[in-house]
T-cell receptor, first 112, second 113 residues
Framework: NAGVIQTPRHKVTGKGQEATLWCEPISGHSAVFWYRQTIVQGLEFLTYFRNQAPIDDSGMPKERFSAQMPNQSHSTLKIQSTQPQDSAVYLC??????????FGSGTRLLVI | GEQVEQRPPHLSVPEGDSAVIICTYT??????FYWYKQEPGAGLQLLMSVFSNVDRKEEQGLTVLLNKKDKQLSLNLTAAHPGDSAVYFC????????????FGKGTQLIIQP
């Protein structure tokens, strides 16, 4: 069990470019969550999927951010036209849906 | 929505002493409670999870207390050692594993050798 795998670990993008972050949940886990971590705001919920279906995206910024889960083995978080304020650590977590959550190591995004 | 306050934001204790971190939450329907540890550059490591029917849980030098009347959750590290230095987060969920987590702001814990 390799745990939740997030790639890349670090990403640097220029302002206005697109960034795509990948998450591979633990095999068999039915729920996948995305969070954003910054010093100022702490850990913020973005969105989650259950059995690949989007359930709650209430934490997603309305513009430029989108998430998908095309199959049970991975989810992507895409940020279009990145801005410096998007710089953060993006964490993915997966769960069997009944108790505990397992987090990945995160993707540290820096927009310059 | 649910709000979680965590205190203190910073805590420094000598090696061998105890460290206590406290969280308060607002939603009485919250049923699942978690403590995570985060080391620099790493993700969140689950330390302990507690369901609302448990008032006290102890594992490997850690004690979690849940006071549902006061909506308070605490983590006690006994006999802390330098390896315990990290940022600790509490988190709560209404339906563990099937719903979002709401996190406290974190506590930077430093264990002085």
């Amino acid at each position: 069990n390799a745990g939740v795998i997030q790639t890349p670990r670090h990403k640097v993008t220029g302002k206005g470019q697109e960034a795509t972050l990948w998450c591979e949940p633990i095999s068999g886990h039915s729920a996948v969550f995305w969070y954003r971590q910054t010093i100022v705001q702490g850990l913020e919920f973005l969105t989650y999927f259950r059995n690949q279906a989007p359930i709650d995206d209430s934490g997603m910024p309305k513009e430029r951010f989108s998430a998908q889960m095309p199959n049970q083995s991975h989810s992507t978080l895409k940020i279009q036209s990145t801005q410096p304020q998007d710089s953060a650590v993006y964490l993915c977590a997966s769960s069997l849906g009944d108790s505990d959550y397992t987090f990945g190591s995160g993707t540290r995004l820096l927009v310059i | 929505g649910e709000q979680v306050e965590q205190r203190p934001p910073h805590l420094s204790v000598p090696e061998g002493d105890s460290a206590v971190i406290i969280c308060t939450y607002t939603d009485s329907a919250t049923a699942y409670f978690y403590w995570y540890k985060q080391e620099p550059g790493a993700g969140l490591q689950l330390l302990m999870s507690v369901f609302s029917n448990v008032d006290r849980k102890e594992e490997q030098g850690l004690t979690v207390l849940l006071n549902k009347k006061d909506k308070q959750l605490s983590l006690n590290l006994t006999a802390a050692h330098p390896g315990d230095s990290a940022v600790y987060f509490c988190a709560v969920s209404a339906t563990g594993g099937a719903d979002r987590l709401t996190f406290g702001k974190g506590t930077q814990l430093i264990i002085q050798p």
